[in-house]
């Protein structure tokens, strides 16, 4: 099946720091990835939808100058937590998927730890 | 708003028995739905994806079911096992790829 990594799978920063976070389809070309939020005992948020090409489509109450979310490549798509606190700190996922109303699959996440 | 509500929140089975997660969600106008199991600390796991024609899907152990007229979906496993043991989702497509996620059920299945 498709094969989507997250990199790397945990992070600690301090305050005021800021995070990339990759996400790569390894074995198909991804027209679209999705990076999702969760918080403890929470479900996933979408916080921003990817095309490559093309501009992040961010969800309501999502700040798009704090969450960079860059898709230059059918294959990679990053999140960068900018200036980084800790009520950032959460799980990120990403999923990816060929586009249109194809599955989406799912990264296994990267746990962000904000000091 | 699309709200998806799952219940229970947790549930704990003895290894073997045959259990029921239900989902509901407040908007009938969805595309699909799908069922996700999610173990401690990864990501997700697709389990089943039902489209909005259609009324259940099967696989292996597992049944899913959709009523779209009453906003529900039911995941059925049948002769639990201990490496069920994991938190299962329950997300509906609002529009064609956005997906909308209930908050789990963590479900032990005890040896």
């Known amino acids: 099946g498709a094969v989507v990594s997250q990199h790397p799978s945990w992070v600690i920063c301090k305050s005021g720091t800021s995070v990339k976070i990759e996400c790569r389809s390894l074995?198909?070309?991804?027209?679209?990835m999705f990076w999702y939020r969760q918080f403890p005992k929470q479900s996933l948020m979408l916080m921003a939808t990817?095309?490559?090409?093309?501009?992040?489509?961010?969800e309501q109450g999502v700040e798009k100058d704090k969450f960079l979310i860059n898709h230059a490549s059918l294959t990679l798509s990053t999140l960068t937590v900018t200036s980084a606190h800790p009520e950032d700190s959460s799980f990120y996922i990403c999923?990816?998927?060929?586009?249109?109303?194809?599955?989406?699959?799912f990264g296994p996440g990267t746990r962000l730890t904000v000091l | 708003k699309q709200e998806v509500t799952q219940i229970p929140a947790a549930l704990s089975v003895p290894e073997g028995e045959n259990l029921v997660l239900n989902c509901s969600f407040t908007?009938?106008?969805?595309?699909?739905l799908q069922w996700f199991r999610q173990d401690p600390g990864k990501g997700l796991t697709s389990l089943l994806l039902?489209?909005?024609?259609?009324r259940e899907q099967t696989s292996g152990r597992l049944n899913a079911s959709l009523d779209k007229s009453s906003g529900r979906s039911t995941l059925y496993i049948a002769a639990s096992q201990p490496g069920d043991s994991a938190t299962y989702l329950c997300?509906?497509?609002?529009?064609?790829?956005?997906?909308?996620f209930g908050q789990g059920t963590r479900l032990t299945i005890n040896p």
């Open positions: 999923s990816a998927s060929a586009g249109g109303t194809d599955t989406q699959y």
């Open positions: 074995d198909f070309q991804a027209t679209t």
């Open positions: 990817s095309n490559e090409g093309s501009k992040a489509t961010y």
């Open positions: 908007d009938s106008a969805i595309y699909n």
């Open positions: 039902i489209q909005s024609s259609q």
């Open positions: 997300a509906v497509f609002e529009g064609a790829q956005k997906l909308v």
